[in-house]
């Protein structure tokens, strides 16, 4: 009833306020301006209250009392909350008008998880959670989905972090590219429908990420942020691998074939100087300032690379690590697909993906000139030779990527295809340098402990692990991801080499010498300051570099070096484990992690340095022969004719090419022994006229046939050597007392500093025996002695991976000490003695003396007789017949007959010629044990080697030993009296030096017969002994006798003008008579 009568009460006052205005109409309005109306409004419904009955005013009067206020105040909330709302909208749009700026990003875009991921790697992000999911990022390869369907093995899923963002309450810090700090703030929004389909029962609820930043109006740091994420995100995604596209299988277009790890640089040695022009190079072409040039210059937007050289070298190798570096996709060309014309070569080159690189691999097994291989296995398919150049530079052909070539012979493609325009850059890769066979060295045995932390408080580097380094050892470092590594003395250049100081096995300092790093202190001492983190210290081992020094320049492969050094390292791992199966192989820690730690580093070990000794087994035994200039000397040397080099070189023959068959006719004129036939002179011109009887002993040994070779020659011998000379023939000779070298190590050079190699500072290398037993298989003490011989004798004789030791002479070094391996060890370094060593003396021509010429054949008493008559040089005399040298030289008739054979190289007197010839190694020996039967093989040889160089030949000639030999009565004499003074076998200069003129003979008394007066008077007394010997010794004699010029002739007056004065003297003597 209550309510009842409020609602009547109510009704009422509303009637009479409608009555009210009804009654005042449209006058309201000035009513109330004028304040009245109210006035007029409350007395009005007291008029209405009035009339109405006592009980239902008083009911009235009493409900308006309770609910006037009630509903006033209800008025006046309903006003003030809408005024509220008002004001915060109005509130709220002018902060975030004037006071902030807000970013919104949903997932219904591909990258939102990008963003997120960006968010949660490389921002500071505060929250306490973190969401993982191994959903992965980008969408499958069709042959990933085939290879899964088809119940291949799966690979394990990579983790993605995501910060777990809720509401309002988190923010991060973002350091843009200028090093600014900003504080942004995230909120998360996620919409949960209240219906699911089963169409989109799978689908992610709508999210939405707000990032906010306050006290700002400035949007370009957001804007910054979104494109500097998905920028960094996107190029993280795909700096890691490098995508491969290929043909599809039936249309032509490109399908995404498998993505690579992209392959650093570091993985593939290549010529540093070569791989930073291409870099550069590809790189400025993908530059926008080089885009804009091309197009300004109306020139087509491509550039082509053509990479050739030999098989195995890392052409494609090469091209990947371009792929990498500048991070191109490679679009990889088929051009022997059949199935595949011109019209599809054209649409797949103008298809290709934007900055990508199209490979077209080994051209020149495709075409061939202009014309494609008749090989139908390797043939050109349906693409035409005019079709593929236009495909690559026609007028419809792609812009905006790189075209690369490769092929084994550059010679074999065209011109019109290798030109500027389609090949504009031609690249040779060449087999491995020393410097890259180095770096390959390294990068398959060095340590390369990582730096943990650097600029520690001592200003050195902590390592992650256990480094290995020791003291002295030269590092290279490089750049890790989070920079370089900084120090306050400027070291700041990747790649830089620098010199450890062991502090512990965690620790290490840097200088900048071995000496600085051996002393310690401050001197040369890098202070690391910051930076660094995740940096490799790479080790440059001293076995590298020999390793380095070993390869021939430009021979090997890389593929081929590669492969070698895999096969050290598993060979390595093959003896490790069998020492470890026989308990051979002490630990010195029990854990895992340290057993294995120990097992690589003596993996590494035996690897680096088997594969330093066996270097042998990489070389070819036959190489590419590389035609280099030949001194005159060298080409000789290699079959022991190097006495007459300077004879060559004296007329203009300086090198192996000034060489002609018609310079044997000249040269009898140099030299006599250049013109006396012999084994000496017969080998020259063998050589000369190239006979192939002597090509197997000219050509240079390479490393195996140094190795094999020792091996053959002594694996038999042993024993004592105490064959006689009658039995040398018939048995090999014994091994000889000398002790075995000791073995030298290869892992520290000799020059190295002492400290370096003791025990507190570097591992001892392993003995050679054991490096040898590991990857040869042998077993025996005393094959593994002569199989260490053998490699020390193989690297004595080594220069750059090579030698210059021929066959002949190698055969004639082992002659000289056969029976004897540490003889053939120790005198090895002698075979090694190129022209460019010889002294100015050994290289000046020295004619053939007179005394030099009759000394060989025993006749150098007759010497001053021809020197008096002013033949002093055989060149001087060579023209005299035998009577002549037997008149001017006062010899016998025998021993003309001998100079007159030598002089003239008298073929038809082979006896007489070979007195004057120079005997050879052999020869020796077979002379000595002419001499005394008795005497051993060892000795005949030790006096043969007294008696020659290096390569076996004499100074001396047949007649000079055989009369020594003859006069020694005993064999100690014979072996001691070489060089002595007064010797037949002293040496030429000490010879000259020690000649002594036979006294003259007194001159004879002056006759006192008259005619030897008369004739004085005359001035012609020469003659008077010839008229004495006719009896015409008075004046009456003289002038009794029938005196003509005829007579006068027989009488040995031979001057015409002497005649005629001795006639007119006789006249005189009878006119006066």
Known sequence: SALSVGALSGAAVAIAVVAFFAQVGTSWLPVLLRGNLLRLLVQHVQEMLEALPEDLRRMITGTIAVSLPMSFLGACGAVAYKMYGCVLERLRNFVGKHCQITLMFNNTDKHYDSILDYIGSRCCVETGSILASTKPRQRPSFQDMLATWLGGKMKTPNLYFQPDI??????????????????????????????????????????????????????????????????????????????????????AMWTKAVSREKRDRDTVILDEGLADYVVEDMRN??????????????????????????????????????????????????????????????????????????????????????????????????????????????????????????????????????????????????????????????????????????????????????????????????????????????????????????????????????????????????????????????????????????????????????????????????????RRDN?????????????????????????????????????????????????????????????????????????????????????EMWDPDLKVPGTQRDRLIQLIKGDACLDGAYDLADLSVLRDRFLATYQDTGGDEDDSCEQAGNKRDAASTVPLPRPVPLTRSESAPLERRGSETASQPLPRLQLLRASSGVVEDKGLKLLDMAHLFQERLETNGKTDVSIWQLDMHFRRYA???????????????????????????????????????????????????????????????KDEIKEKGGMSDMEATLCHSVLTGNAERPDLLRKFLHPEFEDISELFCLRFPDAQAREARDFAIRLTDELGTADFSFFQIQQYLKEAPTLRQARDGIHKHGSRLLRLVDAEAARQRPPQPPPPEESKEWVHGWL???????????????????????????????????????KLGQRCKILKAVCALKANA
């Open 285 to 578: 072409f993908f530059s926008t300032k080089t885009a804009d040039w091309y197009h300004n210059a109306g020139i087509p937007y491509r550039r082509g690379y053509l990479l050739h050289g030999p098989p195995g070298c890392g052409k494609t190798s090469f091209a990947q690590v371009l792929a990498g570096e500048l991070g191109l996709d490679v679009c990889l060309m088929n051009l022997s697909n059949s199935d595949m014309n011109d019209d599809d070569l054209a649409e797949l080159l103008r298809a290709a993906p934007a900055k990508s690189m199209l490979l077209l691999e080994d051209v020149d097994a495709i075409f061939v000139e202009r014309a494609a291989s008749a090989d139908k296995k390797r043939g050109g398919g349906g693409i035409s030779f005019s079709g593929l150049l236009n495909a690559l530079d026609g007028a419809a052909a792609q812009e905006g990527c790189v075209i690369v070539l490769t092929t084994n012979h550059k010679d074999r493609l065209d011109e019109a295809l290798i030109r500027p325009g389609r090949c504009d850059v031609h690249v040779q890769v060449e087999k491995a340098s020393q410097e890259q066979a180095k770096r390959m060295f390294w990068r398959f045995f060095s340590k390369e402990p990582i730096v943990k932390i650097a600029g520690t408080p001592t200003g050195t580097i902590t390592t992650v692990a256990p480094h290995g380094l020791c003291t002295g050892d030269s590092i290279m470092y490089k750049q890790g991801k989070q920079g370089l590594v900084t120090a306050e003395n400027g070291m700041d250049a990747d790649r830089s080499i620098f010199f450890v100081r062991k502090l512990d096995d965690d620790t290490v300092a840097l200088y900048d010498s071995v000496p600085n790093a051996i002393q310690g202190g401050k001197t040369g001492l890098f202070e690391i300051s910051e930076g660094g983190k995740g940096t490799k210290l790479q080790e440059l081992s001293e076995s590298g570099t020999h390793f380095g020094t070993r390869i021939p320049e430009k021979q090997v492969s890389m593929a081929k070096l590669q492969g070698y050094l895999m096969k050290q390292k598993l060979l390595a791992e093959k003896e490790v484990k069998r």
């Open 1016 to 1054: 004085k008077e005359l001035g012609l007394e020469e003659h008077s002994q010839c008229f004495i010997e006719q009896a015409l010794t008075s004046e009456e004699d003289v002038l009794e006798a029938p005196l003509d010029h005829e007579a006068l002739a027989k009488l040995g007056v031979q």
């Open 583 to 667: 308990g051979q192989f002490e630990l010195q820690d029990e854990s895992m992690a340290e057993e294995e730690r120990q097992i690589r580093e003596e993996v590494h070990r035996i690897a680096s340095e088997t594969a330093v000794m066996n270097v042998h087994e990489l070389l070819d035994a036959k190489k590419d022969v590389v035609e280099v200039p030949v001194s005159i000397y060298d080409h000789l040397r290699r079959v022991g004719l190097h006495r007459f080099a300077p004879a060559f070189e004296h007329y203009g023959i300086r090198l192996k090419q000034d060489l002609r068959e018609d310079v044997i006719g000249r040269m």
């Open 166 to 251: 809720q509401g309002f309450a988190s923010y991060f810090w973002w350091t843009d590219e200028e090093g600014g700090r900003h504080k942004i703030w995230l909120s998360r929004q996620v919409e949960k429908p209240q219906f699911r389909s089963d169409s989109n029962r799978e689908k992610r609820d709508p999210e939405t990420i707000s990032l906010t930043m306050w006290w700002t109006t400035d949007a370009s740091v957001l804007k910054n942020f979104l494109t500097t994420g998905l920028k960094t995100m996107l190029k993280d995604e795909g700096t890691g691998t490098v995508d491969i596209y290929v043909k599809h299988q039936w249309i």
């Open 819 to 881: 029976g004897d391996p540490s003889g053939a060890l120790e005198n090895c370094s002698r075979l090694r003695r190129p022209g460019s060593d010889r002294t100015p003396e050994e290289r000046m021509l020295r004619p053939a003396t007179t005394f030099q010429l009759l000394r060989r054949i025993g006749l150098e008493s007759y010497a001053f007789s021809l020197e008096d008559q002013g033949f002093t040089h055989w060149a001087e005399w060579k023209h005299l017949s």
